[in-house]
């Protein structure tokens, strides 16, 4: 009778143990469903999308203009963010809130990107409409006139112009050798884009070229760009990290009346100045016609959540429909007061700021209760910082990873959250711009 207890003892402490590990597993299973279905709270640490580079991503051989940095690198230590921090936050030094920011801006604020025909009719992943279309919205990092880079890419993800649709997360020209290149494959593709800080500034000088008399153009063209320095009018000062003080207009001192009044950013030496005057009618159009915010319906998520694509970030103090032109194009980091920023090396990460607002959030539930709901609603996909590379969280996705330094081209499929990456010969002539 003894060895039968102890019989039945360890069969029963055998149960016990699978039980246990059956619950373990069915847990972790809905831990992994969950990860897929929605962001949440417990996803306030950055999290990879799905990779299908066949290549090696890594970050080795970066070119050393443009390091890699993490936010543990910077000196925030000080600062906490959350949202009592941000609605006391000192207004950004950006341009007026009104548009343009100069004569020759010409912005667009915002687009809406339409929904694709074959998705009319169907709903989100999270809905229970039937299976969605194949699709797909490809948002690319920064180009930078490497046309070499943007064609592999389309190789590689098997791009077919019927059924994909795809989106230039600005910086589209300037430091490669191919911009007009560029432009005239996203014009033949159909392509979407927004507008970068390179490109911002190539439309700007084509936008005051054209607004140019015969008279004035011709005495632009027999002064010297060497001298445009000694003819501005020295009683204005000009602070180069003061993004309103960089758009004053300077008049130039010899005859005013007629001179022309270039804006104190812009220079006549750089490459934006020669690349306006160099593209066509068209090509500028195209340029000049990218919106500061192109919108996403959530139908294409598979958070389905709204999805909005700029080139440099937001101020995460403000709405989405409220932020400052200078900073859509031009953010890195928030200062310790909260001032954005486009400095590399002070300050904290825009993104990382934006995210963890997101964690401190309380959660809400759909209507049905099966999943939980993100209080701040949109998901922002940005270029532009390339010193971060590929920058992946929960709310944002960034996708400079330095194709123009000979680092690679990277993608973000908005249906799936999928990147994909090709590497980038490096131009022979590339000059570093801020």
Request: aromatic residues 6%.
């Amino acid at each position: 009778m003894p060895q039968i207890a102890s019989s039945h003892r360890q069969t029963l402490a055998t149960l016990v143990v699978i039980v246990f590990l059956l619950v373990v597993v069915a847990l972790g299973l809905n831990v992994t469903l969950l990860n897929q279905s929605a962001p949440s709270n417990s996803h306030c640490i950055a999290r990879p999308p799905a990779d299908n580079n066949s290549n090696d991503n890594s970050t080795s051989g970066q070119d050393d203009q443009d390091p890699i940095i993490t936010d543990d690198d910077l000196d925030f230590s000080d600062t906490l963010f959350d949202s009592t921090h941000l609605a006391v936050l000192k207004e950004p030094t950006t341009p007026p809130e009104s548009l343009p920011s100069d004569p020759y801006a010409h912005y667009i604020y915002r687009k809406v990107f339409p929904l694709p025909k074959s998705m009319e009719g169907l709903k989100g992943p999270g809905g229970k409409g039937p299976k969605r279309s194949r699709t797909r919205t490809i948002v690319i990092g920064d180009v930078h006139g490497h046309l070499d880079g943007f064609n592999s890419f389309l190789k590689k993800i098997s791009y077919d112009k019927k059924e994909d649709s795809l989106i230039l997360a600005g910086d589209i020209v300037t430091k490669g050798d191919q911009s007009l290149g560029i432009i005239d494959r996203a014009r033949e593709l159909g392509a979407y884009c927004v507008r970068g800080n390179h490109d911002d500034k190539v439309v700007r000088w084509r936008g005051f070229l054209d607004s140019l008399s015969l008279v004035e153009l011709q005495s632009l063209d027999e002064t010297d760009p060497e001298n445009d320095d000694y003819h501005r009018n020295e009683d204005v000062e000009i602070d180069m990290e003061d993004p309103s003080s960089q758009m004053k207009m300077s008049p130039l001192k010899k005859d005013p009346s007629w001179r022309p009044k270039i804006p104190s950013d812009l220079n006549r030496k750089s490459p934006h100045y020669h690349l306006a005057r160099s593209m066509s009618k068209a090509q500028y159009q195209y340029l000049r016609k990218c919106p500061l915010i192109l919108s996403l319906p959530r139908e294409l998520s598979p958070h389905n959540i709204p999805v909005h694509v700029v080139h440099a970030g937001i101020d995460p103090s403000r709405d989405i429909l409220k932020q400052k032109p200078w900073v859509l194009v031009n953010v890195r980091n928030l200062l310790k007061d909260g001032t954005p920023s486009n400095q590399r090396d002070r300050g904290l990460g825009w993104a990382k700021a934006f995210n963890e607002l997101h964690c401190e959030k309380p959660r809400k539930k759909d209507e049905d209760g099966l999943r939980p709901e993100p209080d701040l609603d949109f998901m922002i996909v940005y270029g532009h910082d390339a010193s971060r590379s590929l920058n992946v969280m929960p709310w944002s996705v960034g996708l400079d990873t330095g194709c123009v330094y000979g680092r690679s081209l990277t993608g973000y499929v908005v249906e799936t959250g999928e990147t994909y990456s090709v590497p980038c010969s490096k131009p022979l002539d590339v000059q570093r711009m801020d």
